[in-house]
């Protein structure tokens, strides 16, 4: 009798505990990080995972987390994979999560119809579908700094400047042959039009990311005057590579964000020298927030990062993704009064984000990067981008902000949000009147 | 019409036009032709020893480059890396025998195939716990290989060579030339294919299958370091590499799997056609052509030749 009724105390107890256990999570900011450490994109999926982890770790050390609530943070390992990334997805949506960022367009595209029906706020960061920005269609997906087709414009507007503008010139695009690289080809095509230049295409299809010499083969016998790349992961150091092998003028060659980090021109090095690359936050580990993480994080050991690698393009990068994300957890904390926020509050903390030069002096990030404001109508910012450029053995800012161009962008970007919706007769539209 | 010209008439035009720029369109071929070959022949070897397709190779390219790498970084010489790295491919080849192969003799081909499978995924999880994910940058000059490259003039134009493209094809050739020579003219040769044609008679006549296999996939990891080697010079040294093993699929089903000339005309066949099509033919269709086209070549020649080029023609008794 004994046996049993310890026997059942024990259980109880076990299952007190379960009980208690969502309790607990609801008394934290859950937010998943959807990661990819693994698999043939890693090499970038890595320092954006760090950069990520480790400042919401910091505001969790230094501050006690954001509004007095911990920061949970729980990676989900896709590979880069959009079945892994709704397998994720579907496993920690339920925990509570506040917002997904998914790091890959693919993964992107696949949990935008859901976010509506969980009611948990996708943030695509500089990535994913374009049409996005336009925040009366899509009232629970966000993209800023800026779209896919804002940097194009801005990387269009920066070759315009130079040589004598772009008029009659041949640009040649190089793109991964995916979702991902294809996004910016409309806009490209837009563009070619009104301003009057020529494009030329070379897709890359992902087995061939290593084997580009026909490809660069044909860049040689084409000559461009410009070359735009819109690549990923091995993509970007063997086209560096072919493009210095053939001679291609490496100052006419300018890859998106996706397509300058370290671990894209060490490898090139020297023979990389000149290359340039669009960015949306500064590297360097000179800012308070950066020096925060180190002494915070990094130096106890409770980083997974290598310490070189704190501060790179790509490691900033996650990093900026938390600072949004944290800034957006406080805006929503404001608006609902209460700490302890839902995936719908959390939704409208990011539309309301304002993340203005002066804010990001105060979270010691002055010049990181460009002011965020977010809308009901515009969920993409239509942020500035910056140049830099590889002196043959680290990235060097070349620009001032280089806006894009809103206005044919924006009208853009309505006709292709007008085009997703229209053959999905339930979708969830807001009005922003 | 104009559709006919584009097909018919301007590649060929382009290429009296720009001679210099075919003559760079045939060297790319070349040198990625032998580097097909290269790869191609590590999956023959394996073939011919255990009736295998290696799934793993690829996976075994990427590990080979990354322990160098990996040793390297490590403060390890680079010359000194390079032969502890011939010594864990060695030590792969020797637990592959013992762990996997050794228990499956006389299984069906199968088996074994789906035993390769595991032994990939099993590389690549191991490898990335080893050594990361991150990418790595190839110890090029570290390792005494040829950077740079030299520009010739020809025929008003200029055609480009770099030093690590001709450092390897030499290597290619060498390695391809001395393995076809070892496994054709030595005894352990004779005795690979006596294994290749049946693992039971093969036993019976005194042949080790355990000393073949190890030395064949002891090969295999050399011709995966070589290869690791030069492509990571090309390009970095990540997991996406073993993509780059799938481009000698065509190759083999040119050549033939059983067959070591196979592998190296077929590499020299599908690298000159694929560089030549893609990128005399490939605008047509709209660029990136080449990854398919080299099965349009190798399916060809299958119409003729369902054996290969120059693989064993099968004739079943009843």
């Known amino acids: 009798m004994f046996k049993k009724v310890t026997t059942g105390a024990v259980a109880l107890a076990i299952v007190s505990t379960l009980q208690i256990a969502p309790v607990s999570a609801q008394e934290t900011l859950y937010v998943p990080l959807l990661t990819y450490r693994t698999g043939p994109f890693a090499g970038g999926g890595i320092p954006i995972a760090n950069g990520s982890a480790d400042y919401y770790a910091m505001l969790n050390e230094r501050d006690g987390g954001i509004g007095g609530l911990k920061i949970v943070t729980e990676e989900c390992e896709t590979s880069y994979n959009s079945q892994k990334g709704v397998e994720c997805y579907e496993a920690t949506k339920g925990n509570g999560a506040l917002v997904y960022n998914p790091y890959s367009t693919g993964i992107t595209l696949q949990l935008i119809p859901k976010a509506p029906v969980d009611e948990i706020p996708v943030l695509s960061m500089g990535y994913g579908l374009s049409a996005v920005a336009v925040g009366e269609k899509f009232p629970w997906t966000f993209n800023y700094p800026a779209s896919y087709w804002d940097q194009m414009s801005s990387i269009i507007s920066f070759i315009d400047t130079q040589d004598g503008g772009i008029k009659g010139k041949k640009v040649g695009f190089i793109y991964l042959d995916v979702g991902y690289g294809k996004e910016p080809i409309p806009l490209l095509e837009s563009l070619s039009e009104s301003m009057g230049f020529e494009v030329v295409k070379f897709p890359v299809a992902g087995k061939e990311m290593q084997t580009q010499s026909s490809h660069w083969l044909n860049v040689r016998k084409e000559n461009p005057d410009w070359m735009i790349m819109w690549g990923w992961g091995a993509m970007n150091p063997t086209a560096i590579k072919e493009a210095a092998k053939i001679k291609y003028p490496m100052d006419h060659f300018i890859g998106n964000w996706w397509s300058g980090a370290d671990v894209d021109l060490k490898p090139a090095g020297e023979a990389g020298k000149g290359y340039r690359s669009a960015n949306m936050a500064a590297s360097g580990t000179h800012f308070q927030a950066l020096q925060d993480v180190i002494k915070y994080v990094v130096e106890p050991g409770n980083s997974q990062a290598d310490p070189d690698t704190v501060g790179s393009v790509l490691y900033n990068r996650g990093l900026y993704n938390s600072v949004v994300v944290a800034e957006a957890i406080r805006t929503a904390q404001e608006i609902a009064g209460h700490a302890n926020i839902t995936g719908a509050e959390m939704r409208a903390g990011l539309e309301a984000l304002d993340l203005t030069a002066e804010r990001l002096a105060e979270l010691g990030l002055a010049d990181f990067t460009a002011p965020i404001k977010a809308t009901c109508e515009n969920h993409g910012s239509g942020g500035s981008i910056f140049m830099q450029q590889w002196d043959g053995s680290k990235w060097v800012r070349t620009s001032d902000l280089i806006a894009p161009m809103t206005d044919l962008v924006r009208a853009e970007l309505e006709a292709a949000a007008d085009q997703y919706v229209s053959d999905k007769p339930n979708w969830k539209t807001q009005s922003c009147n | ?318």
């Open chain 2, 1 to 318: 019409m104009d559709l006919l010209y584009d097909i018919f008439a301007d590649p060929f035009v382009q290429m009296a036009g720009m001679p210099d720029f075919f003559v760079q369109v045939l060297w790319e071929g070349f040198v990625t032709g032998t580097l097909y070959a290269l790869i191609a022949l590590g999956f023959v070897l394996i073939f011919k020893a255990s009736g295998v397709f290696n799934f793993a190779q690829g996976i075994m390219v990427v590990f080979a480059a990354l322990t160098l790498v990996g040793l390297y970084q490590a403060g390890v010489p680079a010359l000194l890396a390079l032969v502890l790295s011939l010594g864990v491919m060695g030590t792969l080849a020797v637990s592959v025998e013992r762990l996997v192969l050794r228990h499956l003799v006389n299984q069906p081909d199968i088996i074994l195939f789906m035993a390769t499978i595991g032994l990939s995924y099993f590389l690549i999880g191991f490898g990335e716990f080893i050594f990361g994910g991150e990418t790595k940058s190839m110890i090029t000059s570290e390792l005494g290989l040829p950077t740079g490259s030299s520009v010739v003039d020809f025929a008003g134009g200029i055609v480009i060579f770099q030093h690590i493209d001709i450092a390897a094809v030499v290597i290619a050739g060498i390695l391809v030339t001395s393995l076809a020579l070892f496994f054709s003219k030595s005894r352990i040769g004779r005795a690979l294919r006596a294994v290749a044609d049946d693992h039971q008679a093969a036993l019976s006549v005194g042949i080790s299958l355990n000393q073949i296999w190890v030395i064949v996939w002891f090969a295999a990891g050399i011709v995966a370091l070589a290869t690791g080697i030069m492509w990571g010079a090309r390009s970095d040294v990540s997991f996406a590499l073993q993509i780059v093993a799938l481009k000698a699929l065509p190759v083999l089903i040119l050549g033939g799997f059983t067959s070591v000339p196979g592998a190296i005309v077929g590499g020299l066949i599908i690298g000159f056609g694929e560089k030549i099509f893609e990128v005399y033919w490939g605008g047509l269709l709209g660029g990136g052509v080449e990854g398919w086209f080299a099965y349009v070549i190798a399916l060809i020649f299958l119409l003729f030749r369902p054996q290969g080029l120059f693989g064993e023609k099968i004739i079943e008794r009843i």
